[in-house]
């Protein structure tokens, strides 16, 4: 049972570098989403999706881009990093936002931006 | 703007005590309150959830209390223990299953 898997775990990145974190999970979850975590913030939306092809802005959105073309995979693309985009990101699926809703979430991707 | 407010950041309580920590919402279009307990270098994991029509909720040694008329719930963690040292988060969902967490508290129960 993988669930959901992130990688890379760790990163480096200089200021303007690009790089996509990949994600992937084998619950056939119809829903997707991004979250980063900062230290006393919480756990921040950046981006969700509800299905293939479907994708849309969470609640910090800007510097990140996604596409959604399998129900199983769900990269975030970070273009022209920022040290501000210094953060632990975590992908998470549910089957759905009814019921328990219960998200399941990787283990994380720690970027640092230099 | 911070839709759930979550306290304290930090907790240190001592072997065998309770653990509260608490939350205020301020969206009364939320429909379901969960709480997700992350240890280090993972990512969190549901611990027990609630929704706005039931005012406690048991689960082992963990209790929600639910607040309607205040926009306030809490987590009790009884007879705490070692291993529940981890950061809590408390969050409410939005119609359309987006979640809105907390700021987080971590916790550190002492031997």
């Known amino acids: 049972n993988a669930g959901v898997t992130q990688t890379p775990k760790f990163r480096i990145l200089k200021i303007g570098q690009s790089m996509t974190l990949q994600c992937t999970q084998d619950?056939?979850?119809?829903?997707m989403y991004w979250y980063r975590q900062d230290p006393g913030m919480g756990l921040k939306l950046i981006y969700y999706?509800?299905?293939?092809?479907?994708?849309d802005k969470g609640e910090v959105p800007n510097g990140y881009n996604v596409s959604r073309s399998t129900t199983e995979d769900f990269p975030l693309r970070l273009e022209l990093a920022a040290p501000s985009q210094t953060s632990v990101y975590f992908c998470?699926?549910?089957?759905?936002?009814?019921?328990?809703?219960?998200?399941?979430f990787g283990e994380g991707s720690r970027l640092t931006v230099l | 703007q911070q839709q759930v407010k979550q306290s304290p950041q930090s907790l240190i309580v001592q072997k065998g005590g309770i653990s509260i920590i608490n939350c205020a919402y301020e969206?009364?279009?939320?429909?379901?309150f969960p709480w997700y307990q992350q240890f280090p270098g993972k990512g969190p994991a549901l611990l027990i959830a609630?929704?706005?029509?039931?005012s406690e909720k048991k689960e082992g040694r963990f209790t929600i209390s639910f607040n309607k008329s205040a926009k306030q719930f809490s987590l009790h963690i009884m007879d705490s223990q070692p291993g529940d040292s981890a950061t809590y988060f408390c969050?409410?969902?939005?119609?359309?299953?987006?979640?809105?967490f907390g700021q987080g508290t971590e916790l550190s129960v002492k031997p």
């Open positions: 998470a699926s549910s089957y759905s936002p009814g019921n328990t809703g219960e998200l399941f």
């Open positions: 619950m056939n979850h119809n829903y």
């Open positions: 999706s509800v299905g293939a092809g479907i994708t």
């Open positions: 969206n009364t279009a939320f429909d379901y």
């Open positions: 609630i929704r706005p029509d039931v």
């Open positions: 969050a409410a969902r939005r119609q359309g299953g987006k979640l809105i």
